[in-house]
């Protein structure tokens, strides 16, 4: 991940995001070794695993890729398995890390709500960092994978004053080809789809399903999908499936003013006098720290 922050850098980038947990990967097996089984042993093995290579947000690991976003001047977006912290140290999250290039790590949003077989092994996030943040010229937003279809998660954004979207995918292709799109003309912002690829090379050896999964035939596990679109849900990039590579585009702010001639959504075309929108913001594990206090004294 260093080396494309300098990557980037030298191609001028200013902005860069990684796909959904790409540090340190995807819960793939869970979908294909009935992750569900109760008790399993097996399973029980596999989780620990997770939970070990998973990151609290205070961690060096992190530290370094912040300090190689400010060394570069680089903002970044990227997914990681967050540990939680205190009361959820048992917990992984899906989280969205922001960087920015000067002030370090300004948020970390939880994912809202793990999709499927997910539950499994994600625990249900909170909206302590569901904000836009402003990096350089632009007002910047982010979600995780199918959060991007929760309507008011969307509307949360786009009322910050959402100029530029960043929804970040595992890497299935026929997932997150149609979000992207939408969002990019329902909000009439610029939208970035980072979307990873991940095969069975890429899976530590003494990974618990590997050899089995690897004797049923499976090597690739997710295939890419990035893309960039204009807010008139023009695509201006794609990636090429199965290849790591960085995607570019020049970011246009005129074409969102453009855009919201006709469509506002949370301004002249909102009704706000007639829809309001209530965000929790505390964070989960901290709602539990308090929780336990007032337990306490009682």
Request: some cysteine.
């Amino acid at each position: 991940m260093i080396e494309f922050i300098g990557q980037a850098a030298k191609q001028g980038i200013r902005l860069l995001a990684f796909p959904e947990v790409a540090l340190a990967g995807y819960p793939f097996w869970i979908c294909r070794t009935n992750g569900a089984a109760f008790d399993d042993r097996r399973q029980q093995r596999a989780y620990s695993h997770f939970l070990d290579a998973a990151l609290e947000s205070d961690s060096e690991i992190l530290a370094e890729i912040v300090t190689a976003a400010r060394d570069h001047q680089i903002s970044v977006y990227l997914g990681f398995n967050e540990r939680g912290r205190r009361a959820g140290r048992g917990t992984v999250y899906c989280s969205l890390a922001v960087i920015d290039a000067n002030r370090g790590l300004v948020g970390v949003h939880r994912k809202l709500m793990p999709t499927h077989d997910e539950r499994l092994c994600w625990g249900i996030g909170d909206a302590r960092d569901l904000r836009v943040h402003t990096l350089g010229a632009l007002r910047v937003g982010g979600l995780n994978c199918w959060e991007n279809w929760m309507p008011l998660a969307r509307y949360a954004l786009y009322g910050d004053g959402e100029d530029l979207h960043i929804s970040v995918w595992p890497g299935n292709p026929g997932v997150c080809k149609e979000a992207p799109r939408f969002i990019a003309s329902e909000g009439r912002v610029w939208s970035v789809a980072a979307s990873g690829v991940l095969s069975m090379e890429d899976i530590p050896d003494d990974f618990e399903f590997k050899q089995e999964l690897t004797q049923e035939g499976l090597t690739t596990i997710f295939r890419g999908g990035s893309q960039i679109i204009s807010p008139h849900g023009e695509i201006i990039a794609t990636a090429t499936d199965d290849q790591e590579e960085i995607i570019s585009a020049e970011i246009d702010l005129a074409l969102v003013r453009e855009a919201r001639l006709s469509l506002d959504p949370s301004g002249h075309y909102s009704r706000s006098d007639l829809f309001t929108l209530g965000i929790r913001r505390e964070r989960s594990d901290d709602r539990l720290i308090e929780s336990g206090k007032e337990n306490l004294r009682e």
